[in-house]
């Protein structure tokens, strides 16, 4: 049974498997994403009502813009889509929305939408719902250590790089409010794989993989998901 004196602080997850679903259900591709779309919807809701403090997903990669451009654009159009559907329930839950990555490069529409979407949860004090977006790990060290440097040359910051200070510039530090580490990280679909997905902080996050495509992610896999993270022992590197 799921102990909810025991959630997980932080849940991340690699939603993968929209085109599969797509494919299997001979739809176009972004009909898969219209559904992993919903399917979002619902796990938001479950984790907030879990009371769970911070929910990350894998929007879209510094790498998903490799894509077909009527694909790119399809999602980004969703994006807006599920943000006037669903903005009001969002505030209504006091949910706080953060964005990880630079958003400032996509879409007008979708920029404008997720900009409201800030503005009007920024005073939320319930859990803190991060969106990936245009995220990379790699990218986000990079620039967080370009960043400690640029700070350095002015005098903002002095002394030794240190494991706090790059966590602090990375986009789940001072600008988002220092978001913990993920205590666990799930990947959808049968992959295993980070896919360039929070590397720095999934140092010490425990792994769980569903073989259900992300359009199929329901709830109850969602809590089983956390049950399984609940009788792992979690050493971080010392002895048992």
Not at 36 to 60: H, N, P, Q, W
Not at 126 to 132: D, E, K, L, P, W
Request: hydrophobic content about 35%.
């Amino acid at each position: 049974m799921l102990d909810l004196n025991k959630m997980p602080t932080h849940v991340a997850i690699i939603m993968d498997g929209n085109g599969r679903w797509a494919t299997k259900h001979k739809v176009p591709r972004l009909a898969g994403h219209s559904a992993g779309m919903e399917s979002m919807k619902e796990i938001v809701r479950c984790a907030s009502d879990l009371g769970i403090k911070y929910l990350t997903v894998y929007a879209f990669s510094t790498e998903n813009w490799k894509r077909s451009e009527d694909e790119v654009s399809g999602i980004f159009k969703l994006l807006v889509k599920f943000v006037k559907l669903d903005l009001s329930e969002l505030d209504e839950k006091n949910v706080k929305v953060k964005v990880l990555g630079n958003y400032k490069v996509i879409p007008d529409a979708a920029e404008k939408s997720l900009e409201q979407t800030l503005k009007t949860t920024a005073d939320n004090t319930g859990m803190q719902f991060n969106i990936a977006l245009n995220y990379g790990g790699r990218d986000e060290i990079t620039r967080a250590v370009n960043h400690i440097m640029e700070d350095m040359k002015t005098g903002k910051v002095e002394g030794e790089i240190t494991d706090d200070m790059i966590s602090r510039y990375l986009y789940t530090g001072d600008e988002t409010g220092n978001v913990p580490d993920p205590d666990l990280i799930i990947r959808t679909s049968g992959e295993k794989r980070l896919s360039n997905f929070m590397l720095w902080q999934g140092a010490y996050s425990e792994f769980v993989f569903s073989d259900a495509l992300w359009p199929d992610f329901t709830p109850e896999i969602f809590k089983k998901m956390i049950e399984e993270y609940q009788h792992r022992d979690r050493r971080f590197g010392g002895r048992n």
